[in-house]
């Protein structure tokens, strides 16, 4: 079995909307960095990956893109990705 990981920095630019509030508020500082992080499994007879953001949600369409833009340019099995986001 083969192994793999990786993490990005996903952090938006300050004045970015904070999405799951009751009013509409702007970020305007960042204490902690926001990243995605990537597992990627693969053996002889298939792969699978694991997407996690740092967000408060991912709606289906978001996954559904991802998982395609992933399979077109990278010829990863889309339905072999599981993508979950972090309450932060």
Do not use: C
């Amino acid at each position: 079995m083969k192994a793999g990981f990786t993490e990005m920095d996903i952090t938006p630019p300050a004045g970015t909307k904070k999405g799951g509030w009751m009013e509409d508020l702007e970020g305007h500082k960042f204490l902690d960095p926001l990243s995605a992080r990537v597992a990627i499994f693969a053996n002889g007879t298939g792969q699978i990956a694991f997407i996690q953001l740092d967000t408060i949600s991912v709606r289906w369409s978001d996954t559904d893109d991802l998982r395609k833009r992933i399979a077109t340019k990278y010829d990863f099995p889309g339905n072999n990705i599981m993508v979950s986001a972090t309450h932060n």
